[in-house]
């Protein structure tokens, strides 16, 4: 049983690695009033641009970048049209994702004629898992061995920047003097401009930041969890970041057991896949693919208390005249 849940955890943190970073990409953006409902089309750019640079340079650090810079393009496109002319953010944000699983399908199919899908990476086209120091030696201890041999050692790179990202992303937000601006611009922008600091500059930062982190979680997808790109593979993973978010109160220690959550419903929906229960039967796979989706409504309907967002988010700022 022990082992199981083990397993179960492990499955965990790998499956709620990609909800984490677009959730902490949500949060930069939208603290600083810039609603983005494109963080599931920003992670599937990423993921085919880290994917194709993966598998034609079989590098997966360049693979990486690659994904971010594709990230922080459709990030820019989406700040030029809800900052710089005032476009409406929630509009912006949905041409981001059908953008993304347009060009992606398209741009696939023509360059390598696999259906969409890239070819399969070469071994260094992507992440490998770590073995931490004396993970081996301990793997046959009574719950210590499993407990860190398997849950905590194991991993590729990106899952341990996924999570030393929270404390970090803490850190900026709220010890930092340009996280104090950063949440000063999405709570009251006109006294920001008033400090003479540019609203503007410091949104297209947040949305900068937003595209970066977006990009490494597209590549954990193509270049980490998988070993290439198929087409659409983000499968509403930014939405159910963007749930866990508003889940969180926009909080980065909230957003990381929200996100956490979500991974366990759905390693446990993999896990009892084909599996019977006594006095029920076995219960259809569909039941358990669909669990994270119910619970993201379950939660939006209003079952985490009142969720308040910054009080500028949404609204395009226009400097007052005089």
């Known amino acids: 049983m022990f082992e199981t849940l083990i397993l179960l955890l492990d499955s965990t943190v790998r499956l709620s690695t990609p909800l984490l970073l677009a ?64 476009g409406n953010q929630i509009v912006s944000g949905v041409a981001i994702n059908f953008l993304a ?7 696939g199919q023509a360059w390598f004629r696999q259906g969409g899908r890239t070819p399969p990476l070469p071994e260094g086209g992507r992440f490998t898992n770590i073995e931490l120091p004396f993970a081996e030696a301990v793997r046959d201890v009574p719950y210590i061995g499993p407990l860190y041999g398997e849950l905590i050692s194991g991993h590729n790179i990106l899952v341990y920047a996924a999570f030393a990202a929270v404390p970090l992303t803490w850190w900026i937000l709220f010890k ?55 087409a659409n593979m983000t499968a509403g993973k930014g939405f159910i970041a ?29 896990r009892l896949q084909g599996q019977e229960i006594a006095g029920i039967g076995e219960i259809p796979v569909q039941f358990f693919q669909a669990l994270p989706y119910v619970l993201t409504v379950i939660l939006l309907a209003g079952f985490i208390g009142k969720a308040i967002p910054p009080k500028a988010a949404g609204i395009p700022y ?5």
């Not at 003479?196 to 977006?214: D, E, H």
């Not at 226009?318 to 005089?322: D, L, N």
């Open 318 to 322: 226009v400097k007052e005249r005089t």
């Open 23 to 86: 959730c902490l990409a949500g949060l930069y953006s939208e603290r600083a009033g810039v609603v983005d409902i494109g963080l599931e089309g920003k992670m599937l750019g990423a993921a085919f641009g880290a994917a194709a640079v993966g598998y034609i340079s079989g590098n997966a650090f360049l693979g990486l970048l690659a994904g971010i810079g594709v990230s922080i393009g459709l990030a820019l496109i989406h700040g030029f049209a809800s900052i710089s002319n005032r």
């Open 242 to 270: 963007l749930a866990a978010l508003i889940f969180a109160k926009w909080q980065p220690r909230n957003a990381m057991f929200a996100c956490l959550l979500f991974g366990f419903l759905d390693a446990a929906a993999i």
């Open 176 to 230: 930092t003097r340009f996280g104090l601006r950063l949440r000063a611009v999405g709570e009251n922008p006109a006294a920001v401009d008033t400090a003479g600091i540019s609203v503007i500059w410091l949104r297209y930062r947040a949305v900068i930041m937003c595209g970066v982190l977006c990009g490494f979680a597209g590549a954990y997808l193509s270049i980490a969890q998988s070993a290439g790109f198929i």
């Open 101 to 107: 699983a347009g060009l992606t399908a398209l741009l």
